[in-house]
């Protein structure tokens, strides 16, 4: 049986046959050694999120096919995450060098056969098990120093999760200052953010290694359940790009920034569903 | 006028001369490029503190002249700190790569003058700043990789903070990891652990340079305000020594490990007081 | 055309459809935002070797369907090495914090149809492309802390390429202390040890996401080109196996300590090529 | 005798009382917790250094009594070093993880009593250690990111040191890209850079804590020997100072940028002199 390194019943790499096995790399002779756990992986985000507007048409030009631009082409979402994380069994809990990374993501609104979802063009984490993960599931993480204040509840070091309150988010890659981002808290609401409330839709590809076919590219939506927000603290929003990544990266740049929100959110993520091949 | 570089009146390194000038180096034309702002410096904290023993002799031997054991000689507490901070004019808070590190140290129980204080033999940040800043009021911080788990409040990454909740603590030097810490939340209470609740008693000692008379050495007591504690959870408290540090820390090896805590704490800090020459 | 991000004319993820394209996520408009360049790389590494025996057995369960053990089972190196590396058009070397990173890896001796080959059980690196690039090519990248000491050519803070010279090596994985290694030069050849002049066999196997029929894994050798050694240093060779990373690399333990080498390698790696499905 | 843990004989911070001891914090009751050996110190670093001339007005404001700009006032240094270091007994050098570190620092061509000198108003360094004894010595030290890319000597990853290789260096401060140079070899000399081969004059000054008169600033000149430098390889430098290290940092941006070179360099530092109090 080579099932006993497999969490939740997921097909090991190589099953009955001999030889090393394991969810991902690195394969071996009980699969303990995996970098990965297999899904469901359970999440917790300290979040800093602000809505803003980019040019549609560049927002069309990172949609896949499958995906169309939807009723709000144009509206986008700068996300600063803080996660705690986990695999079914809660293991990675008590080492907690392993269960937390920071994240920073950018989120596109667009529709797959008229339902709202969102669309991920670029990522950024602390961490390396995040990032492979991210990959994993389509998400395109790369890697980055992501730093996002937070709420304290007593002293005088920070602003509390109050009206007046302010909360900034940066992002640095390669030692280079990319995205800067600061909310303003005036309100709160139970009413989570619409780009965070939506399934993310991803491609899966992964980059050809030995002459081949040309390479599978899957459109994919990540399945979640569990999810859990706190209270949604809101009010003005900034958004900065910085520069150094890119005519890519630099045609999302914000056009109009909008409302930015504070809120602690749940969920567990699953696997993926296919959307179209 | 050379004092607009310092926020709250402190005299700068080289008054009323010509040359840079700064509460820290780089000392600079306007004093504005000095690494450290002078105090007051505010700080908020997400603590895990377990109480241990350790062998009375070994701790006695930590004490510089002026200090005795008390009446709880061998009484030691283990903290793990996530801090964010900032100067009076709480400029920091904008960038949240700068505003935030964290922290482990060693207290020890002891007496200056029949007045309960601590003594802190051993700590570690992971920001040169509070690093450098530590040694400026005689705190003897190195540098460290230091990970706490958080509280949860929505989803299943993690204890939320509640009877039967979990934490842990890790510190790891140069690669190495050092100690590890859990508590296990049992129950809440007001009162603060007794050695995170007394004064600190540091010694102001700076290396030699210039051959000199012999170095002094100052006993100073660190001045706070504003003390401000959370809630206090409390349970039972895991503590473990790891490798690696040398004999002097090894000597400091729990032989009985006590109750742990989960609190959040505020404190001012605004300079030291002269204990003894 | 699509082909304009692609430097040496591979085939981009999505040719000839709408939609973004890329060697790698992140997927975009122009192509290149990817965070992987294609093949050619050019590497140019220092390198610390420890020759050293396993237990055969152990060794076997670690080679997939299609590669045995050879004529000398158990026959291991441990790798210390700092790269140096760039594209094919040598645009990385203009940015010092992209095109280096440090690796430690492990290599067992087998074969494949009789011809000598290396297979890497396990591999770690300091930065996040070559750990991804490590994935795209089979190699069981996963991320740690690499030190090695270098020769120097004047002063006296280290060892001289010369006889009684002495280097370390240490590898630290999730702030853990796992190997250390080090090598006291005796003697210079020209001939490159055994394990490090023979092709890899890797394993391409990527997680599975979505339901589907049992992920495929392809064995595949590396292709590469312009190999270079400098003049090899050998002596005795040390090898320590610390704890923390779990029974499957606990069995790589070593029984037997060899010869050690200090060299400076030179390659460049073009792709893989299929050695069975 | 408490002199056991000093290596060279330097006085301990407390001789002949009770109480812990050490050449700087941590205190212990050996000594040998001291986060700092005692001087004197080898280090071997690989240097890509640029030229420049900065604004003289801007460069005699950070000149502090005692020095003057000389006979070539504005001249100045950008200086990127890879070093190795280690004490007396050279036994870091068994702990590659401790024993490296990067630095970049700006010289300041100036005169003592007529002798020339240098004068550093800024440098970075990515370890701690070497962070702390910069203060020590009164060298403005602070963390960053520092990278330079290394010749090769075999492949195609890098240029060799040979007329038409590049060498690039960067510093990132808290995440911002703040300095990048480069220098183009053009021949090859046996002549040091003017502002490598001089004295360097630190201000030894301690941020002040408990209330005291005036803190004392003294000017030291650091006091080596074992000068050794391999040949020096020089050609067009490129130097550009990037934003956010404030107005001081900015008024000695290059007004002109000179010879580039890249050469080993090697050293034994002492201790300090004092020049002036």
Redesign the interface.
Known sequence: MTTTAHRDG??P???G????IG????????G??S??T?PPW???GEILMVDYRVDPD?AR?????GLDPGADPGAAAAVFAT????SQDGAE????????FSEFLILLSCTFEGRPMARC???WVD???P??R??????????G?I????P????????RLAPGG?F???L?V????SVEA?VTIERSTERPPALHDVPLAH?????????SA??R??L?ASEVS?V???LIWSGPGHLTYLD?L????A?LSPLEVRTGYVF?????LH????LRE
């Open positions: 997921h097909t790499a190589a099953p046959t001999v030889g090393p969810y991902s790399l690195p394969l071996s002779p009980s303990k050694a970098m990965l297999p359970h999440f917790c560049a030009r990172f949609l896949p096919p996660w705690q994380w986990c809990l008590a080492d907690p060098a392993v269960c937390q063009p670029f990522a961490q390396p098990v990032m492979m991210g990959w994993v599931q389509g998400m395109p993480k790369q890697f120093a730093h996002r204040t937070r304290v509840t007593v002293g005088r070091a920070g602003s302010r900034d988010g940066a640095s390669h030692g280079r200052r600061s491609s899966l590809v992964f980059p050809e290694w030995v002459p040309p390479p590219t899957q994919v569990d859990e927000f706190s150094r890119g005519e890519d990266f045609s602690t959110y749940g969920e567990t696997g993926g569903r296919l």
